[in-house]
């Protein structure tokens, strides 16, 4: 089974605060995805990675960065945390094509609170 | 701009009843995938069923089935024999393919929270 892990279930940090998001995969995915979950609004995509060091903005990039030096693992970074910032974030990996039974596999999540 | 869209937010449903979600998507691409996962309380976020657009018959999985409507642009989800456990947030999402490729980043819906009641 394909496990995506998160570092902290549960997160609580202060407005102006640097924050690392850490996600794991274990399937050898090419792809990696960061969303954040809101209610109302559903999921919306932060970044994607579709190889090491490479990264391309989703919808809703701004404030965030990410960084991708190993293949297995995808970091979410808030460079100066704020409290609109505040939200459960989910990681998810995928293979590059969508083949048989294909999709995206997702983590456990992290909810963030900014104070 | 491609856009998914599931206009019931809540949702209740007896034990060992059927109940349907809604779905509507726009898009202008011809050949595109189709996702539902369901989100449990606390818990991972998990594929439910996927269908793609070029086959014409609709996806199941157990209980779990799925009426596409190419046409209409409609993906409702289908659960027969509702059991406690399917009680979670249900999201549809699809694939924002480009050019006739999947690019393998989804565009999700608001999502629909059912409860299946004893």
């Known amino acids: 089974d394909v496990k995506v892990t998160q570092s902290s279930r549960y997160l609580v940090k202060r407005t102006g605060e640097k924050v690392f998001l850490e996600c794991v995969q274990d399937?050898?995915?090419?792809?990696m995805f960061w969303y954040r979950q809101d209610p109302g609004l559903g999921l919306r995509l932060i970044y994607f990675?579709?190889?090491?060091?490479?990264?391309e903005k989703g919808d809703i990039p701004e404030g965030y960065s990410v960084s991708r030096e190993k293949k297995e693992r995808f970091s979410l970074i808030l460079e100066s945390a704020s409290t609109n910032q505040t939200s459960m974030y989910l990681c998810?990996?995928?293979?590059?094509?969508?083949?048989?039974?294909?999709?995206?596999?997702f983590g456990p999540g992290t909810r963030l609170t900014v104070l | 701009a491609q856009t998914v869209t599931q206009s019931q937010p809540e949702m209740s449903v007896q034990e060992a009843e059927t109940v349907t979600l809604s779905c509507t998507y726009d898009?202008?691409?011809?050949?595109?995938?189709l996702f539902w996962y369901k989100q449990p309380p606390s818990r991972q976020m998990i594929l439910v069923i996927r269908?793609?657009?070029?086959?014409?018959q609709n996806a199941t999985e157990n209980r779990f089935s799925v009426n596409f409507q190419k046409a209409a642009k409609s993906f409702s989800l289908k659960i027969s024999d509702s059991q406690l456990g399917d009680t979670a947030m249900y999201f549809c999402?699809?694939?924002?393919?480009?050019?006739?490729?999947?690019?393998?980043?989804?565009?999700f819906g608001t999502g629909t929270l059912l409860a299946v009641q004893p």
């Open positions: 998810a990996s995928s293979p590059p094509e969508w083949k048989g039974t294909d999709t995206q596999y």
């Open positions: 990675s579709y190889d090491v060091k490479m990264k």
């Open positions: 898009t202008s691409e011809n050949n595109y995938y």
């Open positions: 999402a699809f694939d924002r393919t480009l050019y006739g490729g999947a690019t393998n980043k989804l565009i």
């Open positions: 399937m050898d995915h090419e792809n």
């Open positions: 269908q793609e657009a070029y086959k014409q």
